[in-house]
């Protein structure tokens, strides 16, 4: 069975600091791994992923996650928030079995403070 | 080329009555999966449909149905209408199984059920 916890519902920071969005995932096997973004009133788009290979991942517009396999974490950062970074961020699973279907988080709703 | 595209996108019915939401995957597109999102449940995986088949199904009641035509247009249904459907519908798409690369979702269809 896979499920994903993300840590904080709503984070605030101010503009420029750093952005840590928490996600631990729960996998019986090889996880993908995947982090959206969405804007108000609008479907998810994709940052970035992991599937095999290199364990940190650069997405876009600046961010980036680490696979942790020891810590079961996927925890997105981005070193300098902008104002446009405020949106709802969802981090999900899949095992990445044909067929198989993505676990997603309850979302963390991220507050950039001017 | 074409995004996801969901009509309709806002839809208001009463208790009782059915809906049928509609899903335009991307142009090659094979795969299209439904997710119900909701302020307390985040997105919850509804089902998927692989080559006209259903390949997947979350945990809901049967009052929640789909289809997918051969063009790859998929359609929900619910039937006999909750105040609790209420939620945004999202439709995504990818280019094989779901699970495997990346899912891209549509704006969704906001159901309002009163």
């Known amino acids: 069975a896979q499920s994903v916890t993300q840590l904080g519902s709503h984070v605030s920071v101010s503009e420029g600091a750093l952005v840590l969005l928490r996600c631990n995932y729960s996998s019986s096997v090889p996880p993908y791994l995947f982090w959206y973004v969405q804007y108000p009133n609008q479907g998810l788009q994709l940052l970035l992923k992991y599937t095999t290979g290199a364990t940190l991942v650069k997405g876009i517009n600046g961010f980036e996650a680490e696979f942790k396999k020891s810590e079961t974490s996927f925890h997105l950062t981005k070193p300098s928030a902008h104002m446009s970074d405020a949106a709802e961020y969802f981090c999900?699973?899949?095992?990445?079995?044909?067929?198989?279907?993505?676990?997603f988080g309850t979302g963390t709703s991220l507050t950039v403070i001017p | 080329k074409a995004g996801v595209t969901q009509t309709p996108r806002y839809l208001i019915k009463t208790r009782g009555q059915q809906v049928t939401l509609s899903c335009s995957p991307i142009?090659?597109?094979?795969?299209v999966s439904w997710y119900q999102q909701t302020p307390g449940q985040g997105l919850q995986f509804l089902f998927e449909?692989?080559?006209?088949?259903?390949?997947n199904k979350g945990n809901f009641p049967g009052r929640f149905s789909g289809r997918q035509f051969s063009n790859s247009r998929s359609e929900m249904n619910v039937s006999t209408l909750e105040l609790g459907d209420s939620a945004l519908y999202l439709c995504?798409?990818?280019?094989?199984?779901?699970?495997?690369?990346?899912?891209?979702f549509g704006p969704g269809t906001r159901l309002t059920v009163l």
């Open positions: 995504a798409s990818s280019l094989g199984a779901s699970g495997v690369g990346e899912q891209f």
């Open positions: 449909y692989f080559s006209e088949t259903q390949r």
């Open positions: 999900a699973v899949s095992s990445g079995n044909t067929g198989n279907q993505f676990y």
């Open positions: 142009s090659g597109h094979r795969s």
